[in-house]
Every structure is written in C-alpha cells, then in structure tokens.
C-alpha cells in the first residue's frame, strides 16, 4: 500500500513513517502544504494522513479542498491537536473520510487505515454474491435464488455489512458502529429485532440458512458447507 503524509511535525511524522514501513507499506513524508500538495496531486495513493494545521497560508482543510477538486479516488485521515465536535464535522465536510484526534497511538491510525482503505476497495464492487444470495449495490435490490427480497433501507445495510465480511463473526458492538453509527451500547434489542427480521427474508423456504447467530460472539453470514 502506498501512504502518503502531510505532516510538519517531524517526530510524529517519522513516528508514522516507521510504523507504516514495518507494517510492509511504502511511505512518502512531506513536511508542508506546497510538497504535500504536488507529491498529491501527480503520484497515486492508496490513502494520504493529513495534519489539520500545517505552517504558511495553506492549512490542512484549505491543501484538502484543494487536492479534492482536481483528484479523488484515494481516502483521506486527517490528525488534528483541534478535537471538537465542531473541528471533526469541519474536517469531514472538507473531505476526509476519517479524523484522528492528537494525541494518538498509532495502533489506533493504523487500524483506522486499514478500515478506511478497505471501505474504499469495496465500495469499487456494485455486486455481493455468498451462494445464491445476490446483492445490487446499485440499484440496492436483494437476491435469492433468483427470487427479489424487498428490504428497508437499515436491513439493505445489515445484509450489506454482513456480505462484506462473509464468513467472520462481527459483534454487535461492530454492528452498531458500522450499521447504526452508535460508537456506544444503546442497551437495545434493535439488532436481534433486525437480524430477525434478516432472517425471515433471506432465509425463508430455503433449503440451507445463510445468517448464523455465534453465541456469546455475534453473528456471521456464511456459505452453506
């Protein structure tokens, strides 16, 4: 994977630069918005850790919006010491796709770049297939046996998270972050509700269920052995 960095603080550039390196990862450190915007612009990445603010007339936000308008395709993880509520929504509306608080371990960047980059190879794919369940990431139409299932929008996106991590457990902690954007334990039932609901469709007068509860870990969506 090919990193790219636009950050002036030397040592936590360098801090990142080893890191990725060790991970087995290319990496490309630039210390100010002028290089950072160049080296963004005319090379290809696989994702670009941005500082919020860098030295000169250029901050962070101002070099995103720029290399945004002229190039996409790549996600973007934005470090800030600025860690308002205000400060993350500003970042992600100028574009980035993640927004990493300082200080920060980077176990925590690196799980988050690889979260982010695998996102992004995903959603390149407009077909999910586990046996003889299809789904349209287009069109957001469910297949089975050939036979449309009408689903709500939050079961298309269960089903969804479920398809793109074929074959894993996820937990509900995951599910709630990644389905319901709760990045806390509601105290709910909403996911067994769902997961019901999932199940009445999808695996209705089949001969074989495709949604499988683990007890005590969570939920998978796996092939029929």
């Known amino acids: 994977m090919r990193c790219l960095i636009i950050e002036d603080d030397r040592d936590i550039a360098k801090l990142i630069e080893t890191g990725l390196t060790q991970a087995g990862h290319t990496v490309v450190v630039c210390l100010d918005a002028s290089s950072g915007l160049d080296k963004a612009l005319y090379e290809d990445w696989d994702v670009l850790i941005l500082d919020r603010m860098l030295p000169g007339d250029t901050d962070g936000l101002e070099l995103l919006e720029k290399i945004k308008a002229r190039k996409t395709g790549f996600p973007v993880i934005i470090l800030s010491a600025l860690s308002s509520l205000d400060e993350k929504i500003k970042g992600l509306r100028a574009g980035g796709d993640d927004y ?4 920060f ?6 799980a988050r770049i690889e979260a982010i980059t695998r996102r992004s190879q995903a959603f390149q794919t407009t077909e999910l297939k586990v046996d003889d369940l299809i789904l349209d990431l287009r069109s957001r139409k469910v297949f089975r046996g050939g036979n449309l299932i009408l689903l709500q929008p939050r079961e298309f996106r269960l089903l969804e998270y479920l398809a793109r991590n074929e074959g894993k457990v996820v937990t509900r902690k995951m599910l709630l972050e990644n389905v319901w954007e709760y990045h806390f334990d509601p ?3 909403v996911i067994d509700v769902h997961i019901s609901r999932l199940r009445s469709k999808i695996d209705k007068d089949t001969d074989f269920p495709l949604i499988h509860t683990v007890r005590g870990a969570g939920f998978v969506l796996k092939k029929h052995s």
């Not at 990493?100 to 200080?103: H, I, M, Q």
């Open 105 to 110: 371990s980077f176990d925590e960047l690196l």
């Open 187 to 189: 105290q709910t039932n």
């Open 100 to 103: 990493l608080a300082k200080p």
